[in-house]
């Protein structure tokens, strides 16, 4: 959820050319990353947990190359992306091993 907000924040940063294109992109992927989570836990059977747990990870992967581009263009400082890349990383991880966890 932190993620996803603080990801909303730093897209507002970045020049309004970018408003339908990295800025929409990146804040959608941060979001749907606390979105499938949840998708995947109401009601769902375990298969289905993995899916949805699936469709974050790669959610995350999609914010981590939007981090990238925007470093890139010079959206962003490299400290910061330092910031979000470590804590997607970490992110990563921990999303990894409860998918792995869910039979």
């Known amino acids: 959820m932190d993620l996803g907000e603080d990801i909303d924040k730093m897209a507002d940063e970045f020049p ?3 408003v339908f294109n990295l800025s929409s992109q990146i804040r959608r992927a941060a979001d749907s ?3 499938n989570i949840s998708e995947g836990a109401i009601g769902q059977s375990n298969p289905e947990q993995r899916k949805f747990v699936g469709y974050s ?3 995350l992967a999609e ?3 939007c981090l ?3 470093k ?3 959206y962003i400082e490299e400290k910061e992306f330092d910031k979000y890349y470590d804590f997607s990383f970490q992110l990563m991880n921990m999303m990894i091993a409860f ?3 869910i039979k």
């Open 63 to 65: 914010v981590v190359t």
């Open 16 to 18: 309004k050319k970018e």
């Open 57 to 59: 990870i790669r959610s």
């Open 72 to 74: 890139r263009r010079k």
């Open 68 to 70: 990238h581009k925007a």
């Open 33 to 35: 990353i606390a979105l």
């Open 99 to 101: 998918r792995n966890k």
